[in-house]
């Protein structure tokens, strides 16, 4: 079932390639369907774009405009790739004179 997955995800990206420079739009959401099919199958593949979103601030900015605009069950495999960032710690307690 995961070699059909990958092989509908690499035909799915190698047609949005073919097609993307096309006055049809249909070559960013063939690719886009293709990545989340693969991100949806593949934990290996989750953890590398998580660690690229962790490096990148601007590729996270477009997926969490991507989570943002996709529908709920394309955001889940979308969301799963958000880098895990620590919570801002409170600031240290001042002693008062």
């Known amino acids: 079932m995961k070699l059909f997955v ?3 995800a690499v035909v799915m990206i190698l047609l949005g390639l073919a097609t993307v420079w096309t006055p049809l739009p249909t070559g ?8 989340i099919l693969i991100l ?11 660690a690229r979103r962790r490096r990148l601030l601007r590729l ?4 969490i405009w991507l ?18 960032r620590k919570a801002p710690s409170p600031p240290a307690p001042t002693s008062a004179p």
């Open 6 to 8: 990958w092989a509908a």
């Open 67 to 84: 989570e943002e605009k996709a529908p709920k069950g394309l955001t889940a495999a979308l969301r799963r790739t958000r880098p895990r």
């Open 40 to 50: 949806g199958s593949s934990r290996q593949a989750t953890r590398w774009l998580r």
């Open 28 to 35: 960013v959401p063939l690719i886009a369907g293709g990545l």
């Open 60 to 63: 996270d900015e477009a997926f």
